[in-house]
């Protein structure tokens, strides 16, 4: 058996130093320290900020829980939930790794090199989940609606519509997910309506995983 020993030469160095150039010291540090790849969210807090949809789905969900225990009010887990899903998080699971990624909390109006202020994780998701009942998801309905509308400057002569539904993965024992033949998944089926000129999504509406009553599969 050969025995290899590494010298302390071997190693790189947390810093390169390089010859000063036009009166500057030059140094390479491989430390990253807090780095993000989701520049993406900065840009949707600045939307949301124009447009208030976030502002617009909180009025829609009544809030069960005590005001004295709350860590994350509900718009900072509806900010969190929206701009990650947006940016191409759609598990809730994802919050566990992004609740301390410095832009996402940026987005959320969190410091975002403070390491006491963390986002929700993704237990909290499945919480909201559970706890958001018909007539919350009626009402946020309502507010896409409200939302689609507020975009125009003055009332069209008339507005086409496009239906068309959607499988929407899921995984474990989550409630109303069944199994879909046509996708070869379970799934929830999701109906989503767009502005069929602009192609503007108007609204959403959650459905079971299962083949609509009466309805054909495209």
Same mark, same amino acid.
């Given at each position: 058996?050969?025995?290899?020993?590494? !010298?302390?030469?071997?190693?790189?160095?947390? /810093?390169?130093? %390089?010859?000063? $150039?036009? @009166? =500057?010291?030059?140094?390479? *540090?491989?430390?990253?320290?807090?780095?993000?790849?989701?520049?993406?969210?900065?840009?949707?807090?600045?939307?949301?900020?124009?447009?208030?949809?976030?502002?617009?789905?909180?009025?829609?969900?009544?809030?069960?829980?005590?005001?004295?225990?709350?860590? !994350?009010?509900?718009?900072?887990?509806?900010? /969190?939930?929206? %701009?990650?899903? $947006?940016? @191409? =998080?759609?598990?809730?699971? *994802?919050?566990?790794?992004?609740?301390?990624?410095?832009?996402?909390?940026?987005?959320?109006?969190?410091?975002?090199?403070?390491?006491?202020?963390?986002?929700?994780?993704?237990?909290?998701?499945?919480?909201?989940?559970?706890?958001?009942?018909?007539?919350?998801?009626?009402?946020?309905?309502?507010?896409?609606?409200?939302? %689609?509308?507020?975009?125009?400057?003055?009332?069209?002569?008339?507005?086409?519509?496009?239906?068309?539904?959607?499988?929407?993965?899921?995984?474990?024992?989550?409630?109303?997910?069944?199994?879909?033949?046509?996708?070869?998944?379970?799934?929830?089926?999701?109906?989503?309506?767009?502005?069929?000129?602009?192609?503007?999504?108007?609204?959403?509406?959650?459905?079971?995983?299962?083949?609509?009553?009466?309805?054909?599969?495209?």
């Amino acid at each position: 058996m050969t025995t290899c020993t590494r !010298h302390a030469a071997d190693f790189t160095p947390e /810093q390169l130093r %390089f010859p000063p $150039a036009a @009166g =500057y010291t030059v140094r390479a *540090d491989f430390a990253g320290g807090e780095v993000s790849s989701d520049l993406g969210a900065l840009v949707l807090g600045a939307v949301d900020r124009r447009i208030g949809l976030i502002d617009r789905l909180v009025t829609a969900i009544v809030d069960p829980r005590d005001p004295r225990y709350i860590t !994350h009010t509900l718009r900072d887990l509806l900010t /969190q939930r929206v %701009f990650q899903i $947006a940016s @191409g =998080y759609e598990d809730g699971n *994802d919050a566990n790794t992004l609740r301390r990624d410095p832009l996402f909390k940026l987005a959320a109006e969190r410091a975002p090199l403070d390491t006491d202020n963390l986002l929700a994780c993704g237990a909290t998701f499945s919480r909201l989940e559970v706890a958001l009942r018909r007539s919350d998801i009626y009402r946020m309905a309502r507010a896409l609606i409200e939302q %689609f509308i507020a975009g125009y400057s003055s009332a069209p002569a008339s507005i086409t519509l496009d239906l068309d539904h959607t499988d929407d993965a899921t995984y474990g024992q989550q409630e109303l997910s069944f199994y879909n033949p046509h996708y070869g998944h379970y799934c929830y089926l999701p109906l989503l309506v767009f502005e069929a000129r602009t192609g503007a999504l108007v609204t959403a509406s959650l459905r079971p995983g299962k083949r609509p009553t009466g309805a054909s599969m495209p």
